[in-house]
């Protein structure tokens, strides 16, 4: 893997709808159990999205049982963030959430500026290839971040 190896990763955005679950899917996809992943947002106000769903698909990622959660609903249910080494955000809104919630902790915060193509693209083939870049942004970052996938 890359730089440094994390044994756990929570990626987050805005509503977990979009960026986080496309980049919690392809982690776990390349890296399998290597890594403990989990995805939240600073919100949970949405399902998941039906292009994400789509894009993720062109590529192996199963996301349609995927199940939206707040940075908060995550600590209710047990998953504290201090147990998570790296916290990776996807948009300014839970970056400035993943610094404020663990300010207290040593836990290393990366911010990933990750397209958001939720409001672009008039016709179904213009939105797709919105979200089409943003799932190709999040793997290369992934790739160049954390190394050739090992579970593929």
Request: aromatic share 8%; hydrophobic share 35%; charged share 30%.
């Amino acid at each position: 893997m890359g730089e440094d190896h994390p044994q756990s990763v929570l990626f987050c955005c805005d509503h977990n709808a979009v960026r986080s679950p496309m980049a919690e899917g392809m982690m776990k996809k390349f890296y399998g159990t290597d890594i403990y992943i989990q995805s939240a947002g600073v919100k949970n106000d949405l399902d998941i999205d039906g292009f994400t769903i789509s894009v993720c698909a062109e590529m192996g990622v199963e996301l349609s049982r995927h199940r939206t959660r707040s940075f908060e609903e995550m600590q209710e249910w047990g998953d504290d963030l201090s147990g998570f080494d790296l916290i990776v955000a996807l948009s300014p809104a839970s970056q400035r959430q993943a610094l404020e919630l663990t300010r207290l902790y040593h836990l290393k915060v990366e911010y990933w500026p990750i397209l958001d193509p939720t409001g672009l693209g008039e016709g179904r083939e213009e939105k797709l290839n919105s979200y089409r870049m943003a799932r190709d942004q999040i793997k290369d970052r992934i790739l160049a971040r954390f190394g050739e996938p090992t579970a593929v």
